[in-house]
């Protein structure tokens, strides 16, 4: 699979920026648009911007906020006319964890307000983001939307409990991405819906909680990104609507 347009939502953040820089050394990229709520601020975005720039890569750098319909709406008339398609979406927008939002560890700490506010970027953020670039997904080419879920959205690999509304956010991804993937499948046969777990990896989002994870098991952002960016540029549409971690194994639903 050739990598020619390509968007990265979440391109500032740990995975999505380590991922940015590999798609940016595709040998066939003409197009990478870099997406995330403070996209702009981010001086890694820009510098890669300039990298893109001197090899004649169309790259755009758009503030977009994936909860957000008008936001969205606004972020597909920045895409240039002449690209119909988009080889790649890929999603590492999230959230676990905020200066005053934890994820919780007893039923008791559960809050309507901090549900809303992790479902409206795990889960509603991915189909809305999808939604959006639909028609850059429904053409009849290969095309991948990969989005990042977790294993802690796996129901049957629930051991430990906690966590409530990342599990489920997750949980409710999946399900949308496995919907969609049906759809696609009807009218692009060539279009490829997978949900990522990456493997706990070091970044802002994971820092707080990697006190028990053993150093083998706590990835860099440039080895995942090389095994997800692998994954993806092997994926066929027999693999669409599965739910895959970064070694290639399925996750139970
Ligand atoms: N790290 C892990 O161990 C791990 C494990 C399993 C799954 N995951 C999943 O992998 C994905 C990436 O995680 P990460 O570790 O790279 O996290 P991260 O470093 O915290 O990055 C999160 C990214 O999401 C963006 N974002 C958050 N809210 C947004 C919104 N409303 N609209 C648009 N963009 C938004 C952030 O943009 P701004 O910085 O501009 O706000 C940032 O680019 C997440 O979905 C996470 O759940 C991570």
Request: charged share 20%; with cysteine; proline share 4%.
């Amino acid at each position: 699979m050739k990598l020619q347009h390509v968007l990265v939502m979440g391109a500032s953040g740990g995975i999505g920026l380590a991922m940015t820089k590999k798609i940016a050394a595709e040998p066939e990229l003409k197009t990478l648009i870099l997406c995330a709520a403070h996209a702009s601020s981010s001086k890694l975005l820009q510098e890669l911007k300039r990298e893109c720039d001197e090899k004649n890569i169309h790259c755009l750098i758009i503030d977009v906020d994936i909860t957000n319909e008008n936001s969205l709406a606004a972020l597909v008339t920045c895409i240039t006319p002449s690209v119909t398609a988009l080889d790649l979406v890929f999603n590492a927008a999230g959230l676990l964890h905020h200066d005053a939002l934890l994820p919780e560890k007893t039923i008791t700490q559960i809050s309507a307000n901090a549900m809303q506010q992790i479902f409206a970027v795990n889960a509603f953020g991915p189909i809305l983001l999808a939604k959006a670039l639909w028609p850059w997904l429904r053409t009849k080419q290969t095309t991948v939307f990969a989005s990042l879920s977790a294993r802690v959205g796996s129901i049957e690999d629930n051991r430990l409990g906690g966590w409530y509304s990342y599990r489920a956010a997750k949980s409710a991804q999946n399900q949308f991405l496995k919907t969609m993937a049906i759809e696609l499948a009807r009218i692009n046969p060539a279009g490829i819906v997978l949900a990522l777990h990456p493997g706990t990896t070091d970044t802002m989002l994971s820092r707080p909680y990697q006190a028990g994870v053993a150093a083998e098991k706590l990835f860099t952002p440039d080895f995942v990104a090389e095994r997800l960016l692998e994954l993806i540029l092997h994926a066929k549409p027999e693999d669409t609507g599965s739910f895959i971690a970064w070694d290639g194994n399925r996750i139970p639903w």
